[in-house]
């Protein structure tokens, strides 16, 4: 499509937008009396209206019936969790029996990484991204700590070549196969929050199950806005969190996946508590451990019903729309928003560089932007004018286009303030 820079057009292109009444579902902060433009729902997204209803539930619920709204509150607590299966399972490509929800994102992954981190003398060492979210760094650091080895030599960065900005997936592959039978477990994210870049996870997969590893992925920045096939793509696990393309509201639980070939090994080690135990017999209250065969057996506590509640609103938004849909109007929202950019660009005689790939294989829904000379003073200014962006060091500004909520008008306007931001 031949895109334009003017409002005419982005109000057409918002007019043909299926999900455009989606819009309205959510809660956009407010800035001079409009809604402000919102590029940071990579980070935090924003809250859907109905999300309300399913938190006040459980509140008139907990009052009504106190412990007895375990079983006869609305949806009951004892087996809310269960919910999330079906429409999880479809927006990470899995069997209903490979996701669960519990505890929140690094937590999850370390657990996951007591069952599946399991070095030995000879195979003890993790490939992972350069520049990983640093979360993911101080875990994988304490990880290979905790088992006693150093981590400059048991972390092996996978890193950007002089001058590039993206990973070659030719540079993945090679160090795996460099690696090879000391290699333990391949941790990748999914999508790289900086640079938003989308890795190949099929491939990656291969690649470490063909060098005798385990391979799992953190998929922050990917559950809920790209198009994932775990369950096929033969992942053995991965976790993700749900605030941020997810919408499930600040800090809130995670959700994870671990692959059915695992579900009925019962020699993994994990850290067990009475949720993961076997459902029919958990109130018996017996003293020896005995899993349930799926995701579920990695759960330790009772959940937490109140977080939930907002993740189950939240997943039964996408599970309505599809993440088919979803991805078609990412994909056109994002290359419009590249448009934009670049008209600008041109306009302004300004150097700003898009550091994230321009293939759309190899993007999802974010454009991270380097602003050679321009910078903070620019992302201030924006802010003040109601675009809603978030600053990374050294000069990169990162956009969102969430295409659940944002709409083409906005990239219009976006550039607008844009411009008078660069020659103010
Ligand atoms: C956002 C993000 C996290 C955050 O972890 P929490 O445990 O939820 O605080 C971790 N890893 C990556 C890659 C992220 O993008």
């Not at 990748?188 to 992925?217: L, P, R, S, W």
Request: aromatic share 14%.
């Amino acid at each position: 499509m031949i895109f334009q820079n003017s409002l005419a057009f982005a109000q057409q292109l918002d007019a043909q937008d299926e999900l455009k009444h989606y819009r309205e579902e959510f809660i956009f902060p407010q800035h001079e009396g409009k809604n402000v433009i919102y590029f940071t729902g990579n980070s935090l997204g924003l809250q859907p209206k109905r999300t309300k209803k399913f938190v006040d539930e459980v509140m008139n619920d907990w009052a009504n019936h106190a412990v007895e709204g375990h079983f006869y509150a609305e949806r009951p607590w004892w087996d809310y969790h269960e919910r999330f299966a079906k429409p999880l399972s479809k927006i990470v490509g899995a069997k209903s029996s490979e996701v669960t929800v519990m505890n929140t994102l690094t937590v999850n992954l370390h657990l996951l990484m007591v069952s599946f981190y399991r070095p030995t003398s000879k195979r003890y060492k993790i490939i992972c991204e350069e520049k990983a979210f640093p979360s993911d760094q101080y875990m994988f650091q304490s990880q290979v700590n905790f088992h006693g080895y150093k981590a400059e030599d048991a972390i092996v960065e996978i890193k950007r070549r002089e001058g590039e900005n993206n990973i070659r997936l030719e540079d993945i592959l090679t160090k795996i196969d460099e690696v090879g039978d000391e290699l333990a477990l391949v941790l990748f994210g999914g999508v790289n929050y900086y640079t938003g870049q989308v890795f190949d996870m099929k491939t990656i997969t291969e690649a470490g199950h063909k060098a005798g590893a385990v391979v799992g992925f953190d998929l922050a920045h990917a559950a809920g806005n790209i198009k994932l096939e775990l369950h096929d793509w033969n992942v053995d696990f991965a976790a993700w969190c749900s605030y941020k393309y997810m919408n499930s509201g600040p800090g809130n639980a995670s959700g994870c996946f671990v692959h059915e070939k695992h579900h009925f090994n019962n020699d993994l080690p994990r850290f067990a508590g009475w949720w993961g135990h076997n459902k029919e017999r958990r109130f018996k209250m017996e003293p020896s451990f005995d899993p349930v065969h799926g995701a579920d057996g990695w759960q330790i506590s009772n959940l937490p019903i109140l977080s939930l509640a907002p993740y189950l609103a939240a997943v039964e938004m996408f599970d309505e729309v599809g993440m088919d849909n979803l991805i078609s109007k990412r994909n056109q929202i994002t290359a419009y928003l590249e448009f934009i950019l670049r008209e600008i660009d041109k306009q302004v005689n300004s150097t700003f560089e898009i550091i994230t790939p321009t293939n759309q294989e190899e993007r999802a829904c974010q454009l991270s932007v380097f602003f050679h000379g321009e910078g903070r003073p620019l992302f201030d200014y924006l802010m003040k004018n109601g675009v809603i962006t978030d600053w990374r060091e050294p000069n990169v500004i990162r956009f969102a286009p969430v295409p659940f909520y944002c709409s083409y008008e906005d990239m219009y306007r976006f550039g607008q303030i844009l411009k008078q931001g660069i020659l103010s």
